[in-house]
């Protein structure tokens, strides 16, 4: 696997020097998979492919998570189908008062790695 790419933080170009820091192989590769997943299908006009529905969930604040568990992890495996180097090894969900987080393990080339995605949640 051979990528490389600007790094990315809330949205912004992470400099080095006054030039954007590029990331490469497995961190490129993760950050393209958050990208996937975060941004809203069809937003990029180079790509209307990009992207998914999961930026319209918004879990619950009482009451159980079942529905929202469901319906990222549909929005995940439709993602995952373009990332043939990646596998899912696990998804543990986190509830705090105002927030969902997801957290994902991942196996890269044979490397566990995290990614942590995060909710607002509804007011019921």
């Known amino acids: ?7 990315l933080r809330d949205g912004d170009y992470i400099l080095q020097e006054k030039e954007p820091q ?4 497995i961190d490129a590769l993760l950050q393209s998979l958050y990208i996937s997943v975060v941004v809203p299908k069809g937003s990029f006009s180079l790509n209307k492919r990009l ?12 009451g159980d998570l079942l529905k929202f568990k469901f319906e990222f992890d549909r929005v995940l ?25 997801v957290k994902l393990e991942l196996l890269v080339e044979k490397e566990k790695r995290e990614l942590d995605f995060e909710f607002e949640r509804r007011v019921d």
């Open 51 to 62: 992207g998914s529905n999961a930026f319209k969930l918004k879990p619950a604040k009482s």
């Open 22 to 25: 590029t990331i490469v192989d």
């Open 77 to 101: 495996r439709g993602v995952l189908l373009d990332f043939d180097d990646v596998q899912l090894q696990s998804i543990k969900y986190i509830t705090e008062d105002d927030k969902a987080k």
């Open 1 to 7: 696997m051979k990528g490389m790419d600007s790094l």
